[in-house]
């Protein structure tokens, strides 16, 4: 339990999903490739984000803690990211899917939830262009590295899929420094 709280509060050690990285277009932002990887996940709505990824993220620390079929603890690992799908309207909530990626050695049978909210995720392979950026994230941040995002991929005239699009936080809300966060945004496929 230390090592999990350790991990968690100071991300250090942890470990994170395989991508293989593209030449980008862009200086601002990277082109990456992340491999097909099981992810635990659960979904919640609300005008903001903040709270759903706060509740979001302790019914997947339960998860990791042993709260599962096998009573298994599982590392934790990072990012920690978010999908959102935006609501239809400035007053509409919208939908936030908070995931945990699945360690190495729990890839191939991970242990199964407990609770009905959470949920084993299998990502096929996808590609994201990647924005990072440093600080303390928040909505308002958030929206801003994202709008910038857009701004670079129009600029360098790339497909991209409009939503949903997803934040990563690297680091834990204790950690003061030298903090990473990323938006990412879906390559359109080729058909």
Same mark, same amino acid.
């Given at each position: 339990?230390? !090592? &999990?709280? *350790?991990? $968690? %509060?100071?991300?250090?050690?942890? !470990?994170?999903?395989?991508?293989? $990285?593209?030449?980008?277009?862009?200086?601002?932002?990277?082109?990456? #490739?992340?491999?097909?990887?099981?992810?635990?996940?659960?979904?919640?709505? *609300?005008?903001?984000?903040?709270?759903?990824?706060? #509740?979001?993220?302790?019914? %997947?620390?339960?998860?990791?803690?042993?709260?599962?079929?096998?009573? /298994? !603890?599982?590392?934790?690992? &990072?990012?920690?990211? =978010?999908?959102?799908?935006? *609501? $239809?309207?400035?007053? =509409? @909530?919208?939908?936030?899917?908070?995931?945990?990626?699945?360690?190495?050695?729990?890839?191939?049978?991970?242990?199964?939830?407990?609770?009905?909210?959470?949920?084993? @995720?299998?990502?096929?392979?996808?590609? /994201?262009?990647?924005? #990072?950026?440093?600080?303390? /994230?928040?909505?308002?941040?958030?929206?801003?590295?994202?709008?910038?995002? %857009?701004?670079?991929?129009?600029?360098? *005239?790339?497909?991209?899929?409009? !939503?949903?699009?997803?934040?990563?936080?690297?680091? /834990?809300?204790?950690?003061? #420094?030298?903090?990473?966060?990323?938006?990412?945004?879906?390559?359109?496929?080729?058909?």
């Amino acid at each position: 339990m230390l !090592k &999990a709280m *350790g991990q $968690a %509060l100071f991300s250090v050690g942890l !470990k994170n999903p395989k991508f293989t $990285a593209e030449e980008s277009k862009g200086q601002d932002y990277e082109i990456r #490739t992340y491999h097909a990887a099981k992810w635990v996940s659960t979904t919640l709505s *609300g005008m903001t984000g903040e709270e759903c990824v706060k #509740t979001g993220f302790r019914k %997947l620390f339960n998860y990791i803690q042993g709260n599962n079929q096998n009573k /298994a !603890k599982v590392e934790m690992t &990072a990012p920690v990211t =978010c999908r959102v799908v935006p *609501g $239809a309207g400035p007053a =509409c @909530e919208s939908q936030f899917t908070v995931s945990f990626y699945i360690p190495d050695e729990h890839q191939a049978n991970p242990p199964e939830p407990s609770d009905s909210d959470v949920f084993m @995720e299998e990502r096929k392979e996808f590609t /994201a262009y990647v924005r #990072t950026y440093g600080g303390f /994230a928040n909505e308002n941040t958030r929206r801003e590295e994202l709008l910038k995002l %857009l701004e670079s991929l129009k600029r360098d *005239g790339v497909e991209f899929v409009d !939503k949903p699009y997803y934040t990563a936080g690297y680091d /834990a809300p204790f950690k003061l #420094t030298n903090r990473r966060n990323e938006v990412w945004i879906l390559k359109k496929a080729e058909q």
